[in-house]
């Protein structure tokens, strides 16, 4: 019995964590962003709790919890380093591709991320 016990204790402790992502579809006038954020290690409830829910004025904000995020992004910030955190997350960006032009510098240089177009 206590070997049973041990093993399934071993087995939870090394599946696979649970896909994590949320897709922030902001609106304003003359301004449609849509994001997924894919999360790789942030604590499940400060990434759901903080990281999803983005205090923007003045815009509409519509948050999706989902398993991972849905395909259609122009580009991806793959292993992006939270500002001042240890953490990571992978952002998707929908929408207008020409917008690759600035969030691609950024993710290499501000988030030390890779850069991937899908």
Not at 77 to 103: E, F, K
Request: net charge neutral; charged share 15%; with cysteine.
């Amino acid at each position: 019995m206590r070997l049973m016990g041990l093993s399934l204790l071993l087995a939870l402790i090394s599946g696979e964590v649970l896909a994590q992502a949320c897709v922030v579809h902001s609106t304003a006038e003359r301004l449609d962003v849509k994001v997924c954020q894919q999360n790789r290690n942030i604590p499940e409830k400060l990434f759901a709790d903080g990281f999803c829910q983005p205090n923007l004025p003045g815009q509409k904000v519509d948050v999706q919890y989902v398993a991972q995020c849905p395909s259609g992004a122009f580009g991806v910030c793959s292993n992006a380093q939270v500002a001042n955190m240890p953490y990571r997350q992978d952002i998707h960006y929908y929408g207008v591709a020409t917008d690759a032009a600035y969030l691609k510098p950024f993710c290499e240089a501000q988030s030390q991320g890779n850069w991937l177009k899908p």
